[in-house]
Nanobody, 113 residues
Framework: QVQLVESGGGLVQPGGSLRLSCAAS????????MAWHRQSPEKPREWVAT???????GYGDSVKGRFTISRDNAKNTLYLQMNSLKPEDTAVYYC???????WGQGTQVTVSS
């Protein structure tokens, strides 16, 4: 029943920053663990970050120290702040309800000079 809509992707230069958003419907959003994954055409889907209902976070090694996952339960929104972007960060970024079959449609992030 929860619907997810990602936004905020775009084209940025290496070293730049971007903030992704995932708007979620449903009254149970605040109880859900949420995650960001990313996928390139030639690569399998890769876990980026997770945030639990209590606010605990975890990050993949490739983004640790550069990306920050957060949530605003009052707005039913998940965020991913991406700093110091690298070309290898280029991918479609997806919002996910942890343990579910529910994904957003994805938002394209391209890091290129």
């Amino acid at each position: 029943q929860v619907q997810l809509v990602e936004s905020g992707g775009g084209l940025v230069q290496p070293g730049g920053s971007l903030r992704l958003s995932c708007a979620a419907s449903g009254s149970i959003f605040s109880t859900l663990a949420m995650a960001w994954h990313r996928q390139s055409p030639e690569k399998p889907r890769e876990w980026v970050a997770t945030i639990t209902s209590s606010g605990s976070t975890g990050y993949g090694d490739s983004v640790k120290g550069r990306f920050t996952i957060s949530r605003d339960n009052a707005k039913n929104t998940l965020y991913l702040q991406m700093n110091s972007l690298k070309p290898e960060d280029t991918a479609v970024y997806y919002c996910w309800i942890v343990g579910s079959r529910s994904w957003g449609q994805g938002t394209q992030v391209t890091v290129s000079s």
